[in-house]
């Protein structure tokens, strides 16, 4: 299939991992990539480099065409992420079951102050 200009695919989201996980990347505190949409394992592969991630305090995935997928490997990286306070869902194909794990993860996660998921449907 082809990419539009948009797409974040996995080889994008392995990229933009490897940025998270440098030292000189210590001063980002804010990662916009909401209105791209996540292709393949990109959800996945990024979600794995902000389990790790210890600067980036607000993430914005709006509109991002993220899946059950998407949401599952991040409600995982919120449990275990202690830096992230803002975390923009919104727009994106997460069902109910998906939502209420993502909720769950609030019971854990001492920092995560924000977290968007309205106009989230299973379907746009």
């Known amino acids: 299939s082809t990419q539009s200009t948009w ?61 059950d997928d998407g949401a599952y490997a991040f409600a995982e990286t919120i449990e275990v992420n202690s830096t992230l306070t803002d975390l923009d869902l919104q727009g994106n194909y997460i069902s109910e079951q998906a939502l209420v794990r993502l909720t769950a993860t609030m019971k854990t996660n001492q920092t995560l102050l924000k977290l968007q998921v309205f106009d989230a449907a299973d379907e746009h």
Request: charged letters at 25%.
């Open 7 to 67: 797409d974040i695919g996995e080889a994008g989201a392995k990229a933009i991992a490897e940025i998270l996980g440098n030292e000189n990347a210590s001063k980002l505190r804010e990662l916009n990539v909401g209105h791209n949409l996540f292709t393949g394992d990109a959800d996945a592969v990024f979600a794995a480099a902000f389990a790790q991630n210890t600067t980036v305090v607000k993430l914005d995935l709006s509109y991002s065409k993220l899946d």
